[in-house]
């Protein structure tokens, strides 16, 4: 059925590009803003490897790619500023949690990495090699509800009792900084900080929520698009999905020549940690999915299933947000 799907989608994608053209720049090209989530990573590889060998502009798009503002990337997705963006599956449910007319206006659109890659690292001389473990220890915290929702799921499923793990506030966004002071955990990408940490010379473990229960394979990060855009400018949107779709193939088949496009677009990247991280990746963009950007129906609405028996959301959310293509 997977590959079913795919086939069909393909067909879909070609038979509307061929249809309607929308509202072209004066170069003829469709002028559409990307928003990310953060600073460019090797999560957002395929992105700049689509745009540097112009897969974008063949499709008709000029792409331009922007910082998120302070208040995020889906509030400017929802907003209309950016047509599509970055985010996760555990955050968007905040823009979804309310009746369906006061909903913002986004939807997921594609999976970036099909399975969850998120987990807690901590310095091996630590000890702390399961949930469990962490009974005792400090953990850098970003306060928030679904983040501590998670980690008291972990530590429950591996025996552990969450009340005895000290919980610090702050001290999230620097992994290495964090563990190399008194911080014995904290959450981080596998791609991305752990693969900063190893470089750094830090002797680390690391444990991935996927692995504690199939309930936490969630989808993050993932591409979202605002709706109102979407359903005026199909075409546009199945353009953009064709070339994001041969970027993060690039990345997959050629992540040396990938790591090099994006050190070139962002060149106060570590060249280290890029190639290490998109060598790691190449196996996570796709994973185990008929195609890149799969979303899988039963995975995402088991997981906002789960928040709302943990009573962190309001509304019952099976069946809303996400689409592929």
């Known amino acids: ?73 889906v509030a400017m997705v929802a907003a209309g500023q950016a047509q599509f963006g970055v985010d996760f599956q555990d ?25 969850n890659t998120t987990g807690i690292i901590s310095l091996k001389s630590k000890n702390i090699k399961s949930f469990k473990d962490l009974e005792g220890k400090t953990y850098a915290s970003y306060q928030l509800p679904t983040e501590l929702a998670v980690m008291e799921y972990a530590m429950k499923k591996d025996g552990g009792d969450f009340s005895k793990l ?7 966004y620097d992994a290495i900084s964090a563990l190399s002071a008194d911080i014995d955990s904290i959450w981080v990408y596998e791609g991305t900080e752990k693969t900063a940490c190893e470089l750094s010379g830090l002797d680390c473990n690391f444990m991935r929520f996927a692995d504690v229960d199939p ?29 994001a779709t041969k970027g993060y193939e690039y990345c997959v088949n050629n992540p040396e020549e990938a790591a090099k496009i994006l050190i070139k677009a962002v060149p106060e990247l570590d060249e280290e940690q890029v190639r290490a991280g998109l060598d790691y990746l190449k196996d996570e963009f796709i994973a185990d999915a008929p195609c890149w950007g799969y979303i899988d129906s039963n ?14 959301l309001e509304h019952d959310l099976n069946g809303i947000g996400y689409v592929w293509g």
């Not at 000290?166 to 999230?172: L, S």
Request: glycine share 6%.
């Open 91 to 115: 955050s968007l449910a905040a823009a979804f949690d309310s009746e369906p007319e006061d909903m913002m206006p986004v939807t997921a659109i594609a999976a970036i990495i099909q399975h």
């Open 299 to 312: 995975r995402w609405n088991d997981f906002y299933d789960w928040m709302y028996e943990q009573g962190l």
């Open 1 to 73: 059925m997977k590959k079913l799907f795919c086939i069909l989608l393909s067909l879909i994608i070609v038979l509307a590009a061929c249809g309607c053209g929308s509202t072209k720049s004066e170069d003829g090209l469709s002028d559409v803003t990307f928003v990310l989530d953060w600073t460019p990573n090797v999560n957002h590889a395929g992105i700049y490897v689509a745009k540097e060998l112009g897969y974008f502009e063949e499709e008709g798009i000029n792409l331009e790619i922007v910082m998120p503002p302070e208040d995020g990337a």
């Open 215 to 243: 309930i936490l394979d969630y989808y993050t990060p993932v591409i979202i698009a605002n709706n109102d855009f979407i359903n005026d400018n199909v075409e546009v949107e199945r353009a953009f999905l064709r070339a």
């Open 166 to 172: 000290e919980v610090v506030p702050g001290a999230a």
